[in-house]
């Protein structure tokens, strides 16, 4: 397959630059009462994807990234690597990133205002290139999350940096190694400093660092390339800077969030549910909640399989970083709350507007009181269908869950945010017996699957 003939994500043209208008429009109809039953094998985790693809730009050879979801947000990304100077290619799933051609230093703004995690450029960029410009950052309002974890970051290394009229500008006449504490295990700032670590001269030391296994994924490609770097995965990781790197072969782990999704969807329909592909420690807290509801859960070689056998029990939820409950499952576990027998109070950590799907999920007569950071859920409640808007990417798969075992049907409006991180998920949740329809802009249905 050449270049031109990309399989292009729904809404996303050639060119990368699919109306806003389109995007939006776009709906999944939801028709509730069927019980899911099957087995998905898991995409390419959207949350390492980017990542890795940001730090092939450390290299002067070609990369290769393997199990790269076909998701809005990698195009985005791809979109972006192109804008700064990078040839890419996309075939099956495999992206072939050859960055060794002269780089733009400035990221354009209408790239990185539709997607937050486009910031993670800056790190690499700084590194190859001694500056970087970078809008401030877009994508889910799903509350504040501060930069500043990766300015400062990237101070102690020696860059410069001045923010003005909306711009980041990042400089730097050589990055030097030192100790970086970080008030907050921030996963965004964690892997810039990770990968502009990479290029200090010197050892540089992460505390406090982020301990998601997105990280050691990021950390595992660098050091294919070529980087010294020891700890990831735990608080603290150390790199010893200055190596140069050069282009490797990666296979993107499996996609967490999108496991524990589908297990949950499963379990909201009384269903069984089997996901392949994921290391099942990776959802160790999750999975302990799901027993503690009292679901079956079998873990195998790279498999989970969850099985409701009964009525759902209340349990309380507080999201922390990894290894705590996944702020990204947060709102689709309130479905399954919202069924079991009694109440639950679930805390969120991460991200204040993590509730924005409150209101939308008691459009579907969920009981859910939130007060600060605190909901209350409570259960059993018999939901129906309704027309409902996503208000974010994990909100929206929220949504779907709900509408699943809603009586009647659901229409989920603003399927774009729900585009931007799960791959094929209409075509998915079919595969498990769910009947669901996409209906583009316009109201013209486009079937299970893009």
């Given at each position: 397959?050449?270049?031109?003939?990309?399989?292009?994500?729904?809404?996303?043209?050639?060119?990368?630059?699919?109306?806003?208008?389109?995007?939006?429009?776009?709906s999944?109809?939801?028709?509730?009462?069927?019980?899911?039953?099957?087995?998905?094998?898991?995409?390419?985790?959207?949350?390492?994807?980017?990542?890795?693809?940001?730090?092939?730009?450390?290299?002067?050879?070609?990369?290769?990234?393997?199990?790269?979801?076909?998701?809005?947000?990698v195009f985005?990304?791809v979109?972006?690597?192109?804008?700064?100077?990078?040839?890419?290619?996309?075939?099956?799933?495999e992206?072939?990133?050859?960055?060794?051609?002269?780089?733009?230093e400035?990221?354009?703004?209408?790239?990185?205002?539709?997607?937050?995690?486009?910031?993670?450029?800056?790190?690499?960029?700084?590194?190859?290139?001694?500056?970087?410009?970078?809008?401030?950052?877009?994508?889910?309002?799903?509350?504040?999350?501060?930069?500043?974890?990766?300015?400062?970051?990237?101070?102690?290394?020696?860059?410069?940096?001045?923010?003005?009229?909306?711009f980041?500008?990042?400089t730097?006449?050589?990055?030097?190694?030192?100790?970086?504490?970080?008030?907050?295990?921030?996963?965004?700032?964690?892997?810039?400093?990770?990968?502009?670590?990479?290029?200090?001269?010197?050892?540089?030391?992460?505390?406090?660092?982020?301990?998601?296994?997105?990280?050691?994924?990021?950390?595992?490609?660098?050091?294919?390339?070529?980087?010294?770097?020891?700890?990831?995965?735990?608080?603290?990781?150390?790199?010893?800077?200055?190596?140069?790197?050069?282009?490797?072969?990666?296979?993107?782990?499996?996609?967490?969030?999108?496991a524990g999704?589908?297990l949950?969807?499963?379990?909201?329909?009384?269903?069984?549910?089997?996901?392949?592909?994921?290391?099942?420690?990776?959802?160790?807290?999750?999975?302990?909640?799901?027993?503690?509801?009292?679901?079956?859960?079998?873990?195998?070689?790279?498999?989970?399989?969850?099985?409701?056998?009964?009525?759902?029990?209340?349990?309380?939820?507080?999201?922390?970083?990894?290894?705590?409950?996944?702020?990204?499952?947060?709102?689709?576990?309130?479905?399954?709350?919202?069924?079991?027998?009694?109440?639950?109070?679930?805390?969120?950590?991460?991200?204040?507007?993590?509730?924005?799907v409150?209101?939308?999920?008691?459009?579907l007569?969920?009981?859910?009181?939130?007060?600060?950071?605190?909901?209350?859920?409570?259960?059993?409640?018999?939901?129906?269908?309704?027309?409902?808007?996503?208000?974010?990417?994990?909100?929206?798969?929220?949504?779907?869950?709900?509408?699943?075992?809603?009586?009647?049907?659901?229409?989920?409006?603003?399927?774009?945010?729900v585009?931007?991180?799960?791959?094929?998920?209409?075509?998915?949740?079919?595969?498990?017996?769910?009947?669901?329809?996409?209906?583009?802009?316009?109201?013209?249905?486009?079937?299970?699957?893009?």
């Amino acid at each position: 397959m050449t270049q031109a003939q990309w399989p292009e994500p729904p809404g996303h043209d050639a060119a990368g630059a699919a109306s806003e208008a389109a995007d939006r429009g776009r709906s999944l109809r939801v028709r509730g009462g069927r019980r899911l039953e099957g087995e998905i094998v898991l995409s390419g985790a959207k949350n390492s994807a980017l990542k890795l693809m940001a730090a092939s730009l450390l290299a002067d050879e070609p990369s290769t990234i393997r199990r790269v979801p076909r998701i809005a947000d990698v195009f985005t990304m791809v979109d972006m690597l192109r804008a700064l100077g990078a040839k890419v290619t996309f075939d099956d799933g495999e992206l072939r990133i050859d960055p060794s051609g002269p780089l733009n230093e400035r990221a354009p703004y209408e790239l990185v205002r539709r997607m937050r995690a486009s910031i993670i450029v800056m790190g690499p960029m700084v590194a190859r290139l001694g500056r970087a410009t970078i809008a401030m950052p877009g994508g889910c309002n799903i509350g504040p999350r501060r930069i500043d974890f990766h300015i400062r970051g990237l101070q102690k290394l020696g860059a410069a940096i001045e923010i003005e009229h909306g711009f980041i500008e990042v400089t730097s006449d050589g990055l030097r190694g030192a100790v970086v504490p970080l008030d907050y295990p921030s996963v965004g700032a964690t892997e810039n400093l990770l990968m502009a670590a990479t290029a200090a001269q010197g050892t540089t030391v992460i505390d406090n660092a982020a301990r998601e296994p997105e990280i050691v994924d990021l950390a595992k490609f660098l050091m294919s390339m070529g980087a010294s770097i020891h700890g990831a995965g735990t608080s603290s990781i150390e790199i010893e800077g200055g190596h140069a790197l050069h282009g490797a072969i990666h296979e993107v782990i499996a996609d967490r969030i999108e496991a524990g999704t589908y297990l949950l969807a499963g379990v909201a329909t009384g269903g069984d549910v089997t996901v392949r592909g994921l290391n099942p420690p990776c959802l160790e807290l999750f999975l302990n909640k799901l027993r503690a509801m009292g679901v079956q859960v079998d873990e195998g070689d790279r498999t989970i399989r969850a099985r409701a056998l009964g009525a759902l029990r209340p349990v309380d939820v507080s999201t922390l970083p990894h290894p705590g409950f996944a702020t990204d499952l947060q709102a689709q576990f309130m479905v399954a709350l919202s069924l079991a027998e009694g109440t639950s109070i679930v805390t969120e950590n991460v991200f204040e507007n993590r509730f924005a799907v409150v209101d939308e999920l008691n459009r579907l007569g969920a009981g859910i009181t939130t007060s600060g950071h605190h909901a209350v859920v409570s259960g059993p409640r018999q939901l129906t269908g309704s027309v409902v808007e996503a208000p974010d990417l994990r909100g929206g798969a929220a949504l779907a869950i709900a509408g699943l075992v809603a009586e009647g049907v659901t229409e989920v409006r603003g399927l774009h945010h729900v585009d931007r991180g799960y791959e094929d998920f209409d075509a998915k949740l079919a595969g498990l017996g769910a009947d669901v329809t996409r209906v583009e802009a316009g109201g013209e249905a486009g079937g299970a699957g893009p």
